[in-house]
């Protein structure tokens, strides 16, 4: 039978109410019984470094799952801050629990992915936390998609002025998403045992875009073939001051083209190789771990010029200025951009039609100097 642990788990801090305070999941969808042989095995490793002020939820909303078979793994990198003291709290129904420094959060997250026994797996930070039922959801899925090797779910982002917006995975049968401009909803997506077992750890060198390159792993592996996706939100991702997503975005930029630059090393692909060298900050010694077909050489070809395109269609150095125009001269029209690509492809344009960079600077300081005079102007 399904047990309930909302009784028996330590009371929540005062003035927290509903989910996961002092609400629980009493659910079973119609796909499920209550004998516990029938549900997969779910394992969930949560890592963690000084997040006291977000932990408890995390830890709470994922036992409160009453998940009768639930593995959970937390690997803390030697919290200072009053996490291990919540932790301690839930030691009890928690399978490990391990606290020791380490070298980030992937090294975290390995550290778990050694231990687990379960069917699926996923990582659910200490800043975030599941939706009631969301692993009876995914066990749902699992048991009327025993094909597929990975369960997507949407996910709802959480802002700091309270806000809340549910994002959405899009089409992910579409190459023009799923490989080249995905949406990586982490807390949303659950790989099989087996899947795991051949992607092989997260990256260590990838500090902020781990779970991209996993999924491109995966896709490279199994193909697109092998998700099941199901259009519901089943978790919730904090962005915060304190959040890598917020503060580091030219690292993550970075952390993509080191992907793109091996994946093009792999193949044999110079066009654009320099243009990742000038443009962003490499990470030495990482290798795109899966072999690629080279069949999908034109899939990886698009994928670069499509990061590319983002990341270049604002000039602000003599450098980026120089990119725009090397790649300004792809064939674009064979690309079947989307709305947004098409306004990157726009600016782009814009930016580089004066012949060299001495024009372009005058050309943005007479706009600068429009700008200026029109708001004298309007202010007289």
Same mark, same amino acid.
Request: with cysteine.
């Given at each position: +039978?399904?047990?309930?642990?909302?009784?028996?788990?330590?009371?929540?801090?005062?003035?927290?109410?509903?989910?996961?305070?002092?609400?629980?999941? @009493?659910?079973?969808g %119609?796909?499920?019984?209550?004998?516990?042989?029938?549900?997969?095995?779910?394992?969930?490793v949560?890592?963690?470094?000084?997040?006291?002020?977000?932990?408890?939820?995390?830890?709470?909303?994922?036992?409160?799952q009453?998940?009768?078979?639930?593995e959970y793994?937390?690997? &803390?990198?030697?919290?200072?801050?009053g996490?291990?003291d919540?932790?301690?709290? !839930?030691?009890?129904?928690?399978?490990? @629990?391990i606290s020791?420094? %380490?070298?980030?959060?992937?090294?975290?997250?390995?550290?778990?992915?050694?231990?687990?026994?379960g069917?699926?797996?996923?990582?659910?930070?200490? %800043?975030?936390?599941?939706?009631?039922?969301?692993?009876?959801? @995914?066990a749902?899925?699992?048991i009327?998609?025993?094909?597929?090797? @990975?369960? !997507?779910?949407?996910?709802? #982002?959480?802002?700091?002025?309270?806000?809340?917006?549910?994002?959405?995975?899009?089409?992910l049968f579409?190459?023009?998403?799923?490989?080249?401009?995905?949406?990586?909803?982490?807390?949303g997506?659950?790989?099989?045992?087996?899947?795991?077992?051949? +992607?092989?750890?997260?990256?260590?060198?990838? =500090?902020?875009?781990?779970?991209y390159d996993?999924w491109?792993r995966?896709l490279?592996?199994?193909?697109?073939?092998k998700?099941? =996706?199901?259009?519901k939100?089943?978790?919730?991702?904090?962005? =915060?001051?304190?959040?890598?997503?917020?503060?580091y975005?030219?690292?993550?930029?970075?952390n993509?083209?080191?992907?793109?630059y091996?994946?093009?090393?792999?193949?044999?692909?110079?066009?654009?190789?320099?243009?990742?060298?000038?443009?962003?900050?490499?990470?030495p010694?990482?290798?795109?771990?899966?072999?690629?077909?080279?069949?999908?050489?034109?899939?990886?070809?698009r #994928?670069?010029?499509?990061?590319l395109?983002?990341?270049l269609?604002?000039v602000?150095?003599?450098? &980026?200025?120089?990119?725009?125009r090397i790649?300004?001269?792809? %064939?674009w029209?064979? #690309?079947?951009?989307?709305?947004?690509?098409?306004?990157?492809?726009?600016?782009?344009?814009?930016?580089?039609?004066?012949?060299?960079?001495?024009?372009?600077?005058?050309?943005?300081?007479?706009?600068?100097?429009?700008?200026?005079i029109?708001?004298?102007?309007? &202010?007289?």
């Amino acid at each position: +039978m399904i047990s309930r642990l909302l009784k028996e788990l330590p009371a929540p801090p005062e003035g927290k109410f509903g989910w996961p305070w002092t609400e629980e999941t @009493v659910y079973i969808g %119609d796909n499920l019984n209550s004998n516990r042989v029938s549900l997969p095995i779910i394992s969930i490793v949560t890592p963690s470094f000084n997040q006291g002020e977000f932990i408890e939820e995390t830890i709470r909303s994922i036992l409160l799952q009453n998940y009768p078979n639930l593995e959970y793994i937390i690997v &803390d990198g030697g919290s200072d801050d009053g996490t291990i003291d919540v932790i301690n709290k !839930y030691k009890k129904w928690i399978d490990v @629990v391990i606290s020791e420094k %380490d070298s980030g959060q992937s090294d975290a997250i390995n550290k778990g992915l050694r231990l687990i026994k379960g069917d699926i797996f996923n990582w659910i930070n200490s %800043d975030d936390f599941l939706d009631p039922g969301a692993l009876f959801n @995914v066990a749902e899925a699992c048991i009327s998609q025993p094909d597929k090797k @990975v369960f !997507y779910f949407n996910r709802n #982002m959480i802002y700091e002025d309270g806000s809340e917006k549910i994002e959405e995975a899009g089409d992910l049968f579409d190459d023009a998403i799923v490989f080249c401009n995905p949406p990586i909803i982490q807390q949303g997506i659950f790989y099989t045992a087996e899947a795991v077992k051949k +992607m092989g750890e997260l990256s260590t060198i990838l =500090h902020y875009t781990m779970d991209y390159d996993w999924w491109l792993r995966f896709l490279f592996l199994f193909g697109k073939e092998k998700i099941f =996706h199901e259009p519901k939100s089943i978790a919730n991702m904090r962005i =915060h001051g304190d959040s890598k997503t917020s503060l580091y975005p030219a690292q993550f930029a970075g952390n993509v083209a080191t992907i793109l630059y091996s994946m093009c090393n792999q193949l044999n692909i110079k066009q654009f190789t320099e243009v990742l060298e000038s443009k962003f900050e490499l990470q030495p010694g990482y290798e795109f771990p899966t072999k690629i077909n080279p069949l999908q050489k034109e899939l990886v070809n698009r #994928m670069l010029s499509i990061f590319l395109l983002k990341q270049l269609n604002l000039v602000f150095t003599k450098i &980026d200025y120089q990119n725009a125009r090397i790649i300004s001269k792809i %064939d674009w029209n064979k #690309m079947n951009l989307n709305d947004s690509e098409k306004k990157w492809l726009e600016n782009l344009k814009l930016n580089v039609a004066p012949s060299n960079w001495i024009f372009f600077r005058i050309r943005r300081k007479l706009k600068y100097l429009n700008k200026l005079i029109s708001a004298e102007l309007r &202010d007289r």
